[in-house]
Structure formats: C-alpha cells, structure tokens
C-alpha cells in the first residue's frame, strides 16, 4: 500500500564575500501539508529563519510502500536512506535515496548502492535515519548563520 508523506526542508543561499553557495537541511516528515505549514508558523520566528523568506521552507511530497499493518499504526516511522561526502574541493555532496518502511528495506537500498561510484570510495557517508512522521522535527531553536 502507498502512503504519503510531506518532507519539510530549509533552503537558502549564503552569499558571503569568498563564495557562494546553497544549504539545505531537513526539518521533518508530515503526515499532511497543513502539519508541516504548522511547523513552518514556529520557525519562521526562530534565529536564522527569520532572516529569510519564507519561501525558503521548502514541502515536497514523499510516497513510501507499506504493508497494511504499517499503515494503521497511529505512529508512523520512516527510515531515510542518505549518503554525503566532501569531494577533494570540499564540496559537500548529498544524495537521499528514498523513504523505507523499516530497516531492512532500507539496508536493502544501501546494498545497491554501496558498490557503485562515487559511493564505494566513501562507504562511511551512508545513513539510515529514523523519523517519527509529526513527532521528529529538528532545528525547532533556530540555527546560526556560523554554522554555515
């Protein structure tokens, strides 16, 4: 059975006198759009948001395969498949290879994955993250333009 989601990110670029560049980061996972439009009135108050646009929050839709006693839990938890390294110009490169039911799938994900270029060269930049969908949500204090 497919069931949808709404990943709810933060993009914005920083433009300082040495270079340019885009950050993202990942906020949560939502079970409807208005949820995660709930969480963005929250932060757009917080340290760092309030310094752009809100049309830097950022809401894309997901589909995940589950089986049905999955899908009638009233707390869904999603396993994010991700993997990053720093290229030799230190170049942070972040791919997401997709949402997973469990674990296993998405172990099941990271074994077609971990043989191929550039990723066998950077085996420790692979991620299983789990997400309460509406529970986990990160960066709810703001964040620092250090950070960048």
Known sequence: MRKYF????????IDNSQEKAVSNFNIGYFSSQLEAKKVIEKLKTQP???????????????AVN???EICSKKE??????THEYMTDEFESI????GLFEDKKAAIVE??????KEPYKNYL?????SKWRVDKDIQWQE???????
Do not use: A, P, Q
């Not at 760092?48 to 997901?62: A, E, Q």
């Open 6 to 13: 709404y990943n709810l990110y933060f993009c914005y670029s």
């Open 48 to 62: 760092g948001f309030c310094d752009y646009s809100i049309d830097c929050f950022v809401i894309r839709k997901c």
């Open 66 to 68: 589950f089986s049905k």
């Open 76 to 81: 869904v938890v999603l396993y994010v498949l």
């Open 94 to 97: 972040w791919t997401e290879f």
């Open 110 to 115: 990271l074994s077609k994955h971990k043989n």
């Open 124 to 128: 420790e930049g692979f991620d299983i």
């Open 142 to 148: 703001g964040f620092s333009h250090e950070d960048d």
